[in-house]
């Protein structure tokens, strides 16, 4: 299969209809509008449905609509517009609906700015929206990522009957990568079960609801919730970890996007021959304790390094459990960290002499002092 | 002896929750029928509100939603765009509705979604125990409203019969009431109209029935009848507001 230049939202436009999602719900939004018009154009080609709503607040809900019906359905946006689809993404995981969304996110909070940013990490793995329930995460590195993980997430959201959330950053919706289209695992419309609303004919009435006014029995819905969580992560996790076949002096913690800053970092400073090491999630949800703990016990000390101000670094910590000094780069508002800045974090805290030829160039992290000590 | 009336089978036979005197059930029996009669029960999905109908899905004996507070019209859609040989409808109260879901209600009227919107007005939030809605009349106490309903601070009641009337796009849409036999048969023909243009794949609709809340207005049956009738009625005009065989001859007209 050849590969085409595609940009990173149209990409994951296209990705989900190979997948076999032929409904969209949506509402724009900067850095991620491209994903609606892409899909306004497309679906109609290949017989599917394109809704603009009102705001993300219908959209989360026609999606709800949609799932609850049986059908394979897709939803994007970007942090605010994820914020207004909390509540549904609640229901929805209550109701134990497959749905995918897509986070490009952007800089927060509140209204923040439209540049790349990784402020929703917490948000997404941890405390989505009210109530014990958790969201598939999946963080794509490059436009070819978020092409396999959009389709990956439609497998896992069909799996589990549970919401997938694949996040990515402005850069990787913006940017143009080359990518190729792999031969989905699903396309086949979506099995509507024994659950799914298709009009009671022949069979007893169906409910899609998440009221237990019984405490006893939403005590169960939330053990059985979670039970199914334990299941998804024993078998779904997932990390990449890179120069870690023989010790290293330090491993670099990070996601998304910001993992290709400090793989670029880490291979100029081993060039050097220093001893870098990568570690990063894919799966973000489920984290993966053990791999990274594995990752860090490799490495003489640890550097995480996001596009926030330390959110993933509490997952590093609990996976290390105090065993190795960490230290955090981190940027906000837009701000992406140049693969110099990383260098020249990794010499200051291995406490090498920075070369002389380094970048001139300020961090813009450079007055943060606050060493993060596990 | 000649049977006259039975229980329809398009409602779950089981006691309800609501109050003594609530003519939820009235309606309750009204939109069943209307399935039954038009044979549609085998592909109906209905959604349930939030507020005094939130267990609702207990009692359609069809495919049923719960959805999120303000929301069903926005599920609606997905459903019924999903899905369109489906008939989908939404069951909501004057707060999901006319607050908390009023961008819902409008946005999915706007659109023409092919779905019938089952809209009751009680004037009040019965649920949560008698708070103000945006039904609440001048001068009704509530809960929220100790001195009644002060319109120089909170507005007028909205009228969501003509408000979605007044939207362009092609629609049936129509107030009645369920206080009295007479109004109960008009309420029953505007159901029916409303599910047939979905059946026909006409149009939106959407059927406001002005309904009592004995509990929370503080009155008896009897009075709340009475009370419906002198209060509300002449506020909440009944009738048809809005027809698509007319609205899209003013399209026309331009």
Known sequence: MSKILMKGNEAVGEAAIRAGCLHFFGYPITPQSEVPEYLARRLPEVG???????????????????????????????????????????????CELPVVLVNMMRAGPGLGGILPAQGDYLQATKGTAHGDFHLIVLAPSSVQEA????MRAFELAENYRNPVMVIGDGMIGQMMEPVEFPEPAVGKPLDPGDWALTGCKDRPRRIVNSLYLDPEACNRHNFKLTAKWQRITEAEQRSESVYLDEPCDILLTSFGMTYRICKTAADELR???????????????????????????????????????GQMLEDVKLAVQGTKSIDFLGTAGGVVPSPEDVAKKIREVLGSAPAKNASPKPAPQKKRKDKERA | MKKIFSATPLLVDRPTHYCPGCT??????????????????????????????????????????????????????????ARP??????????????????????????????????????????????????????????????????????????????????????????????????????????????????????????????????????????????????????????????????????????
């Not at chain 2, 509300?232 to 026309?252: D, F, H, N, R, S």
Request: aromatic content about 8%; charged content about 20%.
């Open chain 2, 24 to 81: 939820h059930g009235v309606i309750h029996r009204l939109v069943a029928e209307t399935i039954d009669e038009l044979g549609i029960r085998e592909r109906t999905v209905g959604i349930a509100p939030v507020g005094c109908s939130v267990l609702a899905y207990e009692y359609f004996n069809v495919d049923m939603f719960e959805a999120s507070h303000g929301r069903a019209p926005a599920v609606a859609t997905g459903a019924k765009r």
């Open chain 2, 85 to 254: 040989e489906l008939i989908v409808f939404s069951y909501q109260g004057d707060g999901d509705l006319a607050s908390i879901g009023m961008g819902e209600i409008i946005h999915a009227a706007n659109r023409g979604e092919k779905i019938t919107v089952i809209f009751v007005n009680n004037a009040i939030y019965g649920m949560t125990g008698g708070q103000m809605a945006p039904t609440t009349m001048p001068g009704q106490y509530s809960t929220t409203t100790p001195g009644g309903r002060n319109v120089k601070e909170v507005g007028y009641p909205v009228r969501m019969a003509e408000l979605i009337a007044s939207l362009r796009t092609p629609a049936f849409v129509a107030r009645a009431a369920v206080h009295s036999p007479k109004e109960i048969l008009r309420a029953k023909e505007y159901i029916r109209r409303a599910f047939s243009y979905q059946v026909a794949g006409t149009c939106f609709s959407l059927v406001e029935l002005l309904s009592i809340c004995p509990t929370n207005w503080g009155l008896s049956a009897r009075e709340s009848e009475k009370w419906l009738e002198r209060e509300m009625m002449p506020y909440y005009p009944l009738g048809i507001k809005k027809e698509p065989e007319t609205a899209e001859a003013e399209v026309k007209r331009g």
């Open chain 1, 147 to 150: 092409v396999n993980l959009v």
């Open chain 1, 271 to 309: 060039a050097e021959g220093i001893k870098v090491g990568l570690f990063r999630p894919i799966t973000l949800a489920p984290f993966p304790y053990q791999a990274c703990r594995a990752a860090a016990d490799r490495a003489g000390r640890i550097l995480d390094v996001e596009m926030n101000m």
């Open chain 1, 48 to 94: 599917g449905v394109f809704v603009q709503a009102e705001s993300e607040v219908a959209a989360s809900n026609m999606i709800y609509g949609a799932a609850g019906v049986g059908v394979r359905v897709l939803t994007t946006s970007s942090s605010p517009g994820i914020s207004l689809m909390a509540e549904a993404l609640s229901y929805i995981a209550a």
